[in-house]
């Protein structure tokens, strides 16, 4: 009975009726694999990454109770919402010196490009694996959706919450009650940058760094979130930034301290006060 | 009171600081090792800058990283303080973790006017093709594991110690390959290793570094 509800629960989750990717916190960590602890020995050349059993064989005898579901459901997959690559709010090179024109275009066209295919791509496979019944299938997928799913939501946050120097937005002043909640949390906006900063360069591998509002408390906070974990459930992604290597390795190389340093410069706190104010959400 | 407030009260503080002199005494600095072949010596599958960038900066980064969270740990040790300790755990394993694991790599790789490229031979190729089928087979496997790593890590193949098996493991960041499994040849899959060269194509550079990669070395780990 457990098993039915968490089921439910998934599904809900790649097949709700909004026309957004709508996961929460609480279900994606009841369902992540520990990528830590995962050893393929030897592997099936089929199989992917972080899966301890033989994912190749499929499961032909669905759980009676799952009749209930797949009955209801239709055969094809063609009512799957397709995600796209939202193009960019200004031109490749706008925010050059702090980020390059070839750094830009690499990211958006073809690292972003990428978690889109590839989320299409693994949701179109989940829901033929349930529309079959293969469960095993199912939870491969989670991962992939997880990932990839991350990745094309940080990224369009990122986008929207840059902009170039010198630009009305990039300044600080653009974000009065963000700024007000920032010096009441960290005392000064030097003192957030400085740790904020901090945690950036603390991150080990690739990752995210967050300022994030509690949805409950409004209270204010860094987080850094790990490969393409998104900032779900009652976090709410003010300021993202991305310090996968491939962000800024074509321009400052390992210097990662400098391109954290210059990525002050073109924060879109006019972004950043919206999403503070709950008045934005992110529709993909 | 915390566990290392009390570990303090309870040492006499003469022994503390005998302790504090003698880690700190014992204690070798990790330094960066010499690679065995040029920067330029893996092109065109490696480029030059790559190497020397990856070499000079990221790899001492690790080895400077590893000497300074060591050194913070031998004075917590010293001073009994275990939180302090557990909280620099994670510095070593990174640091530490990233030393050996481009120790290993360094190794693991030859030109190809050297040996750089050569099948596995001996009982070591024997073990690939009981496990994988064929050489081809271990390698494709390879790639895919390479692929499959979400963010930053390595791919390894490894020996089993307890029965001798070979088989293909990923680690994330820089978690190292230790306990039972054995390190045998690893492949560094974070950007920082083709980003340079081949951008966001990194099929194409698991696809090419088989032509540099050095059996031998593989084979005297096997054998070990």
């Known amino acids: 009975m457990q098993f039915l509800q968490y089921f439910a629960v998934f599904t809900q989750i790649i097949y709700g009726s909004d026309n957004h990717l709508n996961v929460t916190g609480s279900q994606i960590a009841a369902t992540s694999v520990d990528s830590e602890t995962a050893t393929i020995l030897p592997v099936d050349i089929e199989s992917k990454i972080g899966v301890d059993f033989d994912i190749t064989a499929t499961t032909e005898v669905p759980l009676a ?134 945690a950036l360069l603390g991150i080990q591998g690739s990752g995210w760094g967050w300022l994030v509002k509690d949805k409950n408390k409004g209270i204010l906070s860094i987080e850094t979130t790990k490969d393409q974990d998104p900032v779900i459930g009652d976090r709410i992604p003010i300021i993202g930034v991305d310090m996968w290597e491939h962000a800024y390795y074509i321009q400052y190389l390992n210097d990662k301290a400098s391109y954290v340093e210059g990525v002050w410069n073109i924060i879109n706190w006019e972004t950043a006060e919206t999403r503070f104010k709950n008045l934005t959400s992110l529709y993909l | 009171m915390s566990l290392s407030n009390l570990r303090a ?88 973790g990233g030393h050996l694991n481009h120790t290993l790599f360094w190794e693991n790789l030859a030109p190809k006017s050297s040996c750089g490229g050569a099948p596995p031979s001996g009982i070591l190729a024997s073990q690939i093709n009981k496990t994988f089928g064929t050489y081809d087979a271990f390698k494709k496997a390879m790639n895919a594991a390479l692929m499959g790593v979400q963010g930053s890590g390595w791919a390894w193949l490894v020996k089993d110690s307890e029965t001798g098996g070979v088989g293909i493991v990923t680690r994330p960041n820089q978690d190292p390959v230790v306990g039972k499994l054995r390190p045998l040849l690893g492949i560094d899959a974070w950007e920082h290793a083709y980003y340079l060269q081949y951008e966001n194509r990194k099929a194409e550079y698991f696809g090419a570094i088989w032509d540099v990669v050095n059996w031998k070395a593989a084979e005297k780990r096997f054998a070990a």
């Open chain 2, 9 to 96: 009260r309870l040492l006499p503080s003469t022994v503390r600081a005998v302790r504090v002199a003698s880690t700190q005494a014992t204690r070798a600095k990790h330094t960066l090792p010499d690679l065995p072949y040029d920067y330029g010596a893996l092109e065109p599958v490696i480029s030059g800058k790559i190497m020397e960038l990856h070499h000079k900066k990221h790899h001492q980064t690790y080895v400077n990283g590893l000497n300074d969270a060591e050194a913070k740990y031998a004075e917590a040790l010293g001073l009994g303080d275990v939180a302090k300790q557990v909280e620099l755990q994670a510095l070593v394993k990174f640091h530490g």
């Open chain 1, 65 to 198: 109770t799952n009749s209930i579901i797949f009955d209801n459901i239709d055969k094809t997959t063609d009512y799957l919402k397709k995600f796209t690559l939202p193009s960019l709010p200004y031109a490749y090179n706008a925010l050059e010196p702090y980020i390059s024109k070839q750094i830009m275009e690499l990211h958006h066209t073809r690292h972003h490009q990428a978690y889109v295919d590839n989320l299409n791509a693994a949701l179109q496979g989940h829901a033929t694996a349930f529309q079959k019944a293969d469960v095993k299938k199912q939870i491969e997928l989670q991962q992939v959706i997880k990932f990839n799913g991350g990745g094309h939501i940080n990224h369009s946050l990122f986008w929207a919450n840059l902009s170039p120097a010198g630009t009305p937005a990039a300044s600080p002043s653009a974000a009065p009650q963000l700024r007000d909640a920032i010096e009441e949390r960290w005392g000064s906006y030097d003192t957030f940058k400085e740790k904020f900063s901090k």
